[in-house]
């Protein structure tokens, strides 16, 4: 196996990390450097150990074989999965994004803090639910409000699990470009996702995941065919569409594409 050295500047490196739970093992010997204007995607089937590979970046988790290594008091933020949240807390919007600092001012902000956050808020376009209890949001509100918890936080590094799920199409688009200027700004972001086509095809980069790193480079290096069923475990065909790759859930036909699978390629007949 080769241990990664940790590259120069690089804010977060796995050199052979190996984790797992109750013996059972996870992530066997990850080589993964985070540097600080990257943007990765990480794909992987559910249990590929996604969520596990963010434990060991946020440091919440160890691992049992190989290291981490951090860039010193670097700021992480870490925006969770939706479903993991508990709605029913009693608090509004703007309780909720404040909870992220703690100060000793709790539950009494300064006049500073109140508008930085009205100005996170409002940035996010969720200024108008400020004082709106957390429970009456809509899924790409709900996201906008934890993406504004974790900016409180005047991240280096973002790290987000499923940042997409269950929102709609626009909500995904916003929450993307959002996602591009603070990464513009100089924040790494890390992101993991099921969506292949509406979020994976357009990062930057992308790593494949299943118990260990399958690929990791472009989307057109990692959305291949034969990565893809290494990942996934079946055949997938991948089309490509002004020069983004596009997965097939089922083996259509789509003329006006031109197809990168495995068992064909060139230009597809119309
Ligand atoms: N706290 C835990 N205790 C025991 N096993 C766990 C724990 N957390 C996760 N696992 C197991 O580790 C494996 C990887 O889980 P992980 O949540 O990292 O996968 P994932 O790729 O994020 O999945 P998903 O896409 O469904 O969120 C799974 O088999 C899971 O059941």
């Known amino acids: 196996m080769t241990v990664l050295d940790a590259p120069r500047g690089a804010l977060v490196t796995l050199a052979g990390a190996s984790f797992g739970y109750d013996g059972a093992v996870v992530l066997d010997e ?7 204007d990257d943007f990765i995607g990480v794909v992987g089937p559910s249990g590929s150990g996604k969520t ?7 440091g919440t988790s160890t691992p049992q074989r190989g290291t981490v290594t951090r860039q010193p008091g670097l700021a992480v933020a870490y925006v969770p999965q939706l479903e993991t949240v508990n709605w029913n807390f009693p608090v509004t919007v703007f309780e909720c994004v404040l909870m ?19 100005q996170i808020l409002d940035r996010l376009g969720i200024g108008q639910l400020a004082s709106r209890h957390i429970r009456e949001l809509s899924g790409g509100q709900q996201q906008r409000m934890f993406i504004a918890r ?9 790290l987000m699990d499923e940042p997409t799920t269950g929102v709609d199409v626009n909500s995904r688009h916003d929450v993307l470009h959002l996602l591009g200027e603070l990464n513009a700004e100089g924040v790494a972001i890390l ?5 292949l086509n509406g979020v994976a095809a357009h990062l930057p980069r992308l790593v494949a995941l299943h118990g260990a790193i399958i690929a990791s480079g472009t989307p057109q290096e990692v959305m291949s065919p034969a ?3 290494l990942t996934y475990g079946a055949p997938m065909e991948v089309l490509e569409h002004l020069g983004i790759p596009f997965v097939l859930d089922r083996f259509e036909e789509a003329g006006h594409l031109s197809r990168t699978s495995g068992r064909a390629s060139g230009r597809a007949s119309a």
């Open 100 to 118: 992220a600092r703690t100060t000793r001012t709790w539950p009494w902000p300064t006049k500073a803090e109140r508008h930085e956050i009205h």
């Open 30 to 36: 990850i080589n993964l450097s985070i540097a600080a």
């Open 227 to 229: 990565v893809l069923e």
């Open 52 to 58: 596990s590979l963010l434990r060991l970046l946020l």
């Open 150 to 158: 974790a900016l409180l936080r005047r991240p280096k590094l973002l």
């Open 191 to 195: 992101l993991t996702t099921h969506d």
